[in-house]
């Protein structure tokens, strides 16, 4: 499985942006995808996850009602739009597979190389 993340950037506080994670030599259909974030020093925290057939979707606390995660399997792409962007959502996002959406970051594969997001003024 490989996975590759695109979309990310600088924006202002209270922006958008919009992230891509795309699968590369598989069908991204048949798996869970979930969207993880990193800062230096810190573990890597789940933001988001989607399961195959689009009825489980889960949050972290800290984004809900600020992030949805939408995915379209004709174009093997998984989404993260980000709204209301605030200076600690700043970390470098990844995306990954599964065959569920497990709370076990472990349990997750395909990790690409991040996109960095930075939120600041």
């Known amino acids: 499985l490989h996975l590759v993340e695109s979309g990310g950037g600088l924006v202002q506080p209270g922006g958008s942006l919009r992230l891509s994670c795309v699968a590369s030599?598989?069908?991204?259909?048949?798996?869970?995808i979930g969207w993880f974030r990193q800062v230096p020093g810190k573990g890597r925290e789940g933001v988001s996850c989607?399961?195959?057939?689009?009825?489980?979707?889960s949050y972290a606390d800290s984004v809900k009602g600020r992030f949805t995660i939408s995915r379209d399997n004709a174009k093997n792409t998984v989404y993260l739009q980000m709204n209301s962007l605030r200076p600690e959502d700043t970390a470098v996002y990844y995306c990954?597979?599964?065959?569920?959406?497990?709370?076990?970051?472990?349990?997750?594969?395909?990790w690409g190389q991040g996109t960095q997001v930075t939120v600041s003024s």
């Open positions: 989607i399961s195959s057939s689009s009825d489980t979707i």
């Open positions: 990954a597979a599964d065959f569920d959406c497990s709370d076990d970051v472990t349990s997750f594969d395909g």
């Open positions: 030599g598989f069908r991204l259909q048949y798996y869970a």
